[in-house]
């Protein structure tokens, strides 16, 4: 048997700051989408997310709340797993950056980088911002500010270990130009590209004010930095330099680290190099998404804003939820959230465009055929633009998930979904159904809507993955798996004698004066 092609994905791991917020869903159900496309394509999938659970801004919010960083972490974290289940996220392994298993490979990866002359100790005299756990020289700061985030940053002046990054800055550029795929989208890789430009200096990898971290292997008094200690959980997770390491043989390099824009530095220019320093292969691909706002900016517990996506879900139902993230958010662009754009989405989409064109053609076999489609006649009239749509859809859609574009992959489907409920305004089944000379002729309409159906759930299941259950059944094909495969796209599977089921809608339409409504 051939073997399978590997796919290898990650999301950030979050920190247990704070609970969770729609913005970080996004990141973890776009993973979680091309996650499953890949299986559905064919190919074996190892999908990795987790929480970082170390570091100042951990230890200080515990602090303040009476509590040890762990049992402070340790409720929050629960409250992650929750929130993935109830988004239906479907990651292999979930990684806590406090079990053994990682502290471990993170202590041998730092001691293989001290032992081979790559980290030494010097003074560090510099500047902190605590939000974003980065050290930043004078220089760097703007307006005296993190230049990332725009905070107050702390001075900072201690003993510390520096990993020698500048060292091969040179080697990275090269790399990034070498691999133009590496560093998605392209506006993304062009800062990365000037920020190395501009200058690369050693980082400082070690802290000492505070003891929630890593302890240095060979220097107790000192936490491994928080950023060497999160970025290692990726092949950490893999069992990398461990007895067990077959997860790390088959799947690293990872395909692609998916992160927000306001990590893509860490992951294209300090994970890159760290693993060069230790002549380990770099990840193919670091995907920057962009950020979902508010029209009052950036979502924050201090403002009060926060958008709670079970909040959501509870009200609208995961699969809404899932689709309006994906189908919403270009690739590399910014959305602004609200929630009367979330409920037009719905409605629009799924509503009257999906749910309807499934209600209509149930509806309508019932009442002509009581239910039970036959094999279709040869096309005619419109059938060949649709059935073309149709046949080309899948190849395209896989494209677009190629180019990472998961809202136009989105909008694909739901293209041949609007051109199916604009052929039956052409064919108006409803008017054949009076002529009993055209019987033949409106079986044929209705099969080939229903196998646009077919088409259309196969494709949109990774990204809204409790659709099929529901749809499946109305086709009549629920206990058929062979024809809920991306292999099964081929037109015309759909067998004659099928029989489709009505029931309630897939999509309820949602009324949008109970906007706001809890
Ligand atoms: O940065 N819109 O964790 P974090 C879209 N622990 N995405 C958002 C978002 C928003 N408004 N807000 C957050 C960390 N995100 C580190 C990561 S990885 C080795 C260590 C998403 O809890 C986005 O993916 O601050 C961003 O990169 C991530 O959450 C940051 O999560």
């Known amino acids: 048997m051939e073997k399978k092609k590997t796919f290898y994905i990650t999301t950030p791991i979050y920190y247990p700051s704070d609970n969770l917020h729609i913005g970080?869903?996004?990141t973890t159900v776009a993973a979680d989408a091309m996650a499953r496309f890949k299986k559905l394509t064919g190919h074996e999938v190892w999908f990795l997310t987790g929480s970082d659970?170390?570091?100042?801004?951990?230890?200080?919010?515990?602090?303040e709340r009476g509590e040890t960083p762990l049992e402070y972490v340790d409720k929050i974290v629960a409250g992650f797993k929750h929130l993935w289940s109830s988004l239906n996220i479907s990651n292999d392994d979930f990684i806590r950056t406090t079990e053994e298993r990682h502290k471990r490979v993170v202590q041998k990866f730092f001691q293989k980088l001290y032992d081979q002359g790559d980290i030494y100790k010097a003074n560090y005299k510099g500047w902190y911002c605590t939000p974003c756990e980065t050290l930043w020289t004078e220089a760097r700061l703007e307006e005296g500010n993190c230049p990332d985030c725009g905070r107050p940053v702390e001075p900072l002046e201690e003993e510390s270990y520096f990993f020698k990054m500048s060292k091969y800055a040179d080697r990275l550029l090269k790399y990034i130009e070498d691999n133009p795929d590496f560093i998605q989208p392209t506006s993304r890789r062009n800062e990365m590209v000037s920020f190395i430009k501009s200058g690369l200096e050693d980082l400082c990898v070690s802290r000492t004010t505070f003891d929630w971290g890593i302890p240095v292997p060979f220097d107790e008094k000192h936490v491994i930095y928080v950023w060497v200690d999160a970025l290692t959980n990726y092949i950490s997770a893999l069992g990398y330099d461990e007895e067990n390491d077959a997860l790390y043989q088959q799947f690293w390099p990872a395909d692609?680290?998916?992160v927000g824009k306001d990590i893509v530095r860490f992951h294209t220019i300090i994970w890159p190099i760290l693993l060069m320093a230790l002549d380990l292969p770099l990840p193919k691909q670091v995907v920057g998404h962009g950020w979902v706002l508010l029209d009052s900016g950036k979502m924050s517990k201090s403002k009060g804003n926060v958008v709670d996506p079970l909040v959501l879900i509870d009200k609208y139902g995961v699969d809404a939820i899932r689709y309006y993230l994906l189908r919403e958010m270009p690739l590399g662009a910014d959305i602004i959230y609200s929630e009367e754009a979330l409920v037009h989405r719905i409605n629009v989409d799924l509503a009257n465009d999906f749910g309807n064109l499934f209600n209509r053609t149930c509806a309508m076999v019932n009442k002509y055929f009581k239910g039970q489609l036959k094999p279709p006649s040869d096309p005619e009239g419109p059938d060949g633009e649709l059935l073309d749509l149709a046949r080309?859809?899948?190849?395209?859609?896989e494209e677009l998930m190629e180019r990472r574009e998961i809202s136009n992959a989105l909008a694909a489907i739901m293209r041949l979904v609007g051109r199916a409920n604009k052929y039956l305004e052409e064919t108006a089944p409803w008017a054949l159904a009076k002529d009993p000379e055209k019987q033949e002729r409106?079986?044929?309409?209705?099969?080939?809507?229903?196998?646009?159906?077919?088409?259309?759930?196969?494709?949109?299941?990774?990204?809204?993955?409790?659709?099929?259950?529901?749809?499946?059944?109305?086709?009549?094909?629920?206990d058929k798996p062979q024809l809920h495969t991306w292999e099964s796209l081929v037109w015309g599977k759909l067998p004659g004698?099928?029989?489709?089921?009505?029931?309630e809608p897939l999509f309820p339409r949602i009324d949008p004066a109970t906007l706001g409504e809890e």
């Not at 659970?53 to 602090?63: D, L, N």
């Open 24 to 26: 970080h869903a996004y």
């Open 53 to 63: 659970e170390h570091g100042q801004k951990i230890e200080r919010s515990a602090r």
């Open 256 to 258: 692609i680290h998916l």
């Open 392 to 397: 080309t859809t899948p190849a395209e859609v």
């Open 442 to 478: 409106l079986n044929t309409v209705l099969y080939n809507v229903a196998e646009v159906l077919r088409f259309a759930t196969v494709m949109v299941s990774p990204f809204m993955p409790g659709l099929p259950g529901r749809a499946w059944p109305l086709l009549g094909i629920e």
């Open 497 to 503: 004698g099928t029989v489709l089921k009505r029931g």
